[in-house]
């Protein structure tokens, strides 16, 4: 079976714009959840979506959007890019989500905003 | 929030040792899990031990859960210098899976 695939692995971007970052979970797996990653404060916990509705959404502003379509796959967007946006982004996919399974984890997508 | 916090936060050794990474939480779970993250890579799951487990074990790694304690404990054993990563422990909550900051193992050859 295929891993989570994350495209594209880099970005550079620059202050004011958006991005959009996609993710591909295994094959089957219904449930793909997004975190952001920094040095300072770790791995937070972005939105999970589940066949195609999102599930739950963690503490971070509008700017930060996503989707998930009928294939599972999804996409986040981030608009009017700021500077402290720059981090790693991890897409991870399970079966069902929300139940303590593990997560199966991207190479995650790594932004720079200057 | 953070659920788990890992203790110490960076952990340098050298080859062969014993490596033992710290977790302790904050509130009623039915699991812990541990992962690996190498640098600039996603992670990777090691190891589930549930609420009502008291170790487990799976080729190199040991982990220990005290509930009574709220505290779980990773022990890698004879570590190598492929081990040098960061490790997280993580529980279930209103997310998926809540994460800790990690411990930054270094393994010195």
């Known amino acids: 079976k295929a891993g989570v695939t994350q495209t594209p692995r880099y970005l550079i971007k620059t202050r004011g714009q958006q991005v959009t970052l996609s993710c591909s979970p295994i094959?089957?797996?219904?449930?793909v959840s997004w975190y952001q990653q920094t040095p300072g404060q770790g791995l937070q916990f972005l939105f999970e979506?589940?066949?195609?509705?999102?599930?739950n959404k963690g503490n971070f502003p509008g700017r930060f959007s996503g989707r998930q379509f009928s294939n599972s796959r999804s996409e986040m967007n981030v608009s009017t890019l700021e500077l402290g946006d720059s981090a790693l982004y991890l897409c991870?996919?399970?079966?069902?989500?929300?139940?303590?399974?593990?997560?199966?984890f991207g190479n995650g997508t790594r932004l720079t905003v200057t | 929030s953070q659920q788990g916090e890992e203790d110490p936060q960076a952990l340098s050794i050298q080859e062969g040792e014993n490596a033992t990474m710290n977790c302790s939480y904050k509130?009623?779970?039915?699991?812990l899990q541990w992962y690996r993250q190498n640098s600039g890579r996603g992670l990777v799951h090691l190891i589930l031990?549930?609420?009502?487990?008291r170790e487990k074990h799976s080729g190199r790694l040991r982990v220990t859960l005290d509930t009574s304690k709220k505290s779980s404990s990773l022990l890698i054993t004879a570590s190598r210098a492929a081990d040098t990563a960061s490790y997280f422990c993580?529980?279930?909550?209103?997310?998926?899976?809540?994460f800790g900051k990690g411990t930054r193992l270094s393994v010195i050859a």
């Open positions: 991870a996919s399970s079966l069902q989500g929300q139940d303590g399974a593990p997560l199966h």
């Open positions: 094959s089957g797996h219904r449930s």
């Open positions: 979506y589940f066949s195609e509705t999102q599930r």
């Open positions: 509130t009623s779970i039915n699991n």
């Open positions: 031990i549930r609420s009502n487990e």
């Open positions: 993580a529980t279930p909550g209103n997310t998926p899976l809540v």
